[in-house]
C-alpha cells in the first residue's frame, strides 16, 4: 500500500498562513498526490491534487518537491472553518489508502 | 453541493438484524468505494468497485457484502449485524483514471449495534 506520513497535529492561529507537510518517500513516478480535509461528523472533501507541478485553486495551494518525495498543503489564510483533519494521498488509480493525517487547530 | 448520498444516516440497530446501507451518485462515476472509521481513527478501505458487476475487497477484512448492479448505486449489506460493527461508514466515487480524479465522500452512515 502506498503510505504517507504526516505529523499527528498542528496548530494555526487565525487569518495566518498554514503550512501542512507530508512525506511520500516511496512515491512513484505516475502516482498524484492527493489532499483531502475531513470537518467533524462530515466526510472527507476534497481538497487539490497535483502530480509535479504546484497547484493553486480557491480553496489551498498544494507545493511539490522536486523529487516528490515530500509536498506541502498551504492554506493562505486559517480560519476556524479550516479546522479539521488534513489527509495527504498518493493515488495511483487503484486503491486508496488514509493514514492518521494531521489535525489542524485554528486559534482565534 | 451533496453528488453522493448516503442513507439512513444515523441507525441504531439490535445484534442479528440485517441491514443495507445506500449509496448512490449522480455523477456517473465508474469507481466506488466504502470506507470505514471509528471516531477520530483512520479510514480503512473494506470494499470498491470499477463499475457494474466489479467488487473487491479492500484492505481491511470487513463481514459485510457489496453489489454494483447499476452505475449509480453501490449498497452495503450486513446479513447479521453485531456490536463490533459499530462504526461509520463513508462511501465515495470517483471517475476511472489513473490517479487524476479525485473522490467524493458522502457524509456517512453512523452504525450503532445494540
Known amino acids: 500500500d502506498a503510505k504517507t506520513t504526516q505529523p499527528n497535529s498542528m496548530e494555526s492561529n487565525e487569518e495566518e498562513p498554514v503550512h501542512l507537510p507530508c512525506n511520500h518517500s516511496t512515491i512513484s513516478g505516475t502516482d498524484y498526490i492527493h489532499w483531502y480535509r475531513q470537518l467533524p461528523s462530515q466526510g472527507p472533501e476534497y481538497v487539490i491534487h497535483g502530480l509535479t507541478s504546484n497547484v493553486n485553486n480557491r480553496m489551498a495551494s498544494l507545493a511539490i518537491a522536486e523529487d516528490r518525495k515530500s509536498s506541502t498543503l498551504i492554506l493562505h489564510r486559517a480560519t476556524l472553518r479550516d479546522a479539521a483533519v488534513y489527509y495527504c494521498i498518493e493515488d495511483a488509480g487503484n486503491m486508496l489508502t488514509f493514514g492518521g493525517g494531521t489535525r489542524l487547530m485554528v486559534k482565534p | 453541493e451533496a453528488d453522493i448520498y448516503q442513507t439512513p444516516r444515523y441507525l441504531v440497530i439490535g445484534t442479528g438484524k440485517k441491514i443495507t446501507l445506500e449509496c448512490s451518485q449522480t455523477?456517473?462515476?465508474?469507481?466506488m468505494y466504502w470506507y470505514q472509521q471509528d471516531p477520530g481513527m483512520e479510514l480503512h478501505l473494506i470494499h470498491y468497485s470499477y463499475g457494474v458487476n466489479s467488487t473487491e475487497k479492500g484492505d481491511l477484512s470487513s463481514e459485510s457484502t457489496v453489489s454494483r448492479i447499476r452505475t449509480e448505486h453501490f449498497p452495503l449489506t450486513l446479513e447479521s449485524a453485531r456490536p463490533s460493527h459499530t462504526s461509520q461508514y463513508l462511501c465515495?466515487?470517483?471517475?476511472?483514471?489513473?490517479?487524476?480524479?479525485?473522490?467524493?465522500f458522502g457524509n456517512g452512515t453512523r452504525l450503532t449495534v445494540t
Open positions: 455523477m456517473g462515476h465508474d469507481k
Open positions: 465515495a466515487s470517483s471517475e476511472l483514471g489513473r490517479g487524476n480524479s479525485p473522490l467524493h
